[in-house]
T-cell receptor, first 115, second 115 residues
Framework: AQKITQTQPGMFVQEKEAVTLDCTYD???????LFWYKQPSSGEMIFLIY??????QNATEGRYSLNFQKARKSANLVISASQLGDSAMYFC????????????FGSGTKLNVKP | DSGVTQTPKHLITATGQRVTLRCSPR?????VYWYQQSLDQGLQFLIQ???????AKGNILERFSAQQFPDLHSELNLSSLELGDSALYFC??????????????FGPGTRLTVL
C-alpha cells in the first residue's frame, strides 16, 4: 500500500481564491510527522508546513494551513488567496518509525493559478 | 536560499561510469539526507546520515553509497551507472531531531544525465 497518496495530479485555481490539495497517509505508528513541500519550476524544494501527529491544533504558516483529520488519516493543504507565484508542484510527505527514520513522499499535485 | 549547497549542478556521463555528488548542509545542521527524483518514480528517500553515522536507509541501490565527513559535508557515490539512474538528486539537511518538528531544507539538486 502507498504510504502517501495524492490523488490530484493537477489542479487549477483562480487567482485570489482558496484551494485544497489532498493528501492521505498510511501508518500504524502513533507518533509521526506530516510535511508539505513546494517545488516551483526552478526545481528547488521549499518547506511549507508541518503537522505532528499529537498536535491538536491544525498547523498554519501564513497563507498555508493544514487540515489534519487524524481518524481519516488525511492531511490536506489549504492555500488561501492564491497568487500566481503559487503555481508549482506540491508534495505531501511523512516521517514515521523509530527515531523518525522513515521518510515517504507522495507523487505530487501540480497547481496552476490562473490570472 | 536554503543554505544547503550541492555540486555539481549538472552532470552528464556515460553508462558504466562512476560519479560523486557533493553536499554541504546548512550551518548547525547535523543530519544529511539524499533523495532521488525521477519522472516515473517521484521523490525517493535514499539514505540519511547524522553526525557522520548512517541513521536510516531507504531505497538505495547497492551500486550507490554515501558518507558524511567530520566537517559534516556528504558525498553520494553512484557507480556502474545505468540509463535509469538519470534523475535529479537532492540533498537535504536538518538538525536531526528524532521526534517532533525537524524540517528538512533542500539543496538545489544535481541533475544527472546518463547517456
Amino acid at each position: 500500500a502507498q504510504k502517501i497518496t495524492q490523488t490530484q495530479p493537477g489542479m487549477f485555481v483562480q487567482e485570489k481564491e482558496a484551494v485544497t490539495l489532498d493528501c492521505t497517509y498510511d501508518t500504524s505508528d502513533q507518533s509521526y510527522g506530516l510535511f508539505w513541500y513546494k517545488q516551483p519550476s526552478s526545481g528547488e524544494m521549499i518547506f511549507l508546513i508541518y503537522q505532528g501527529s499529537y498536535d491538536e491544533q491544525n498547523a498554519t504558516e501564513g497563507r498555508y494551513s493544514l487540515n489534519f483529520q487524524k481518524a481519516r488519516k488525511s492531511a490536506n493543504l489549504v492555500i488561501s488567496a492564491s497568487q500566481l507565484g503559487d503555481s508549482a508542484m506540491y508534495f505531501c510527505a511523512m516521517r514515521e518509525g523509530l527515531d523518525f527514520n522513515k521518510f515517504y513522499f507522495g507523487s505530487g499535485t501540480k497547481l496552476n493559478v490562473k490570472p | 536560499d536554503s543554505g544547503v549547497t550541492q555540486t555539481p549542478k549538472h552532470l552528464i556521463t556515460a553508462t558504466g561510469q562512476r560519479v560523486t555528488l557533493r553536499c554541504s548542509p546548512r550551518s548547525g545542521d547535523l543530519s544529511v539526507y539524499w533523495y532521488q527524483q525521477s519522472l516515473d518514480q517521484g521523490l525517493q528517500f535514499l539514505i540519511q546520515y547524522y553526525n557522520g553515522e548512517e541513521r536510516a536507509k531507504g531505497n538505495i541501490l547497492e551500486r550507490f553509497s554515501a558518507q558524511q565527513f567530520p566537517d559534516l559535508h556528504s558525498e553520494l557515490n553512484l557507480s556502474s551507472l545505468e540509463l535509469g539512474d538519470s534523475a535529479l538528486y537532492f540533498c537535504a539537511s536538518s538538525e536531526g531531531k528524532t521526534s517532533g518538528r525537524d524540517e528538512q531544507f533542500f539543496g538545489p539538486g544535481t541533475r544527472l544525465t546518463v547517456l
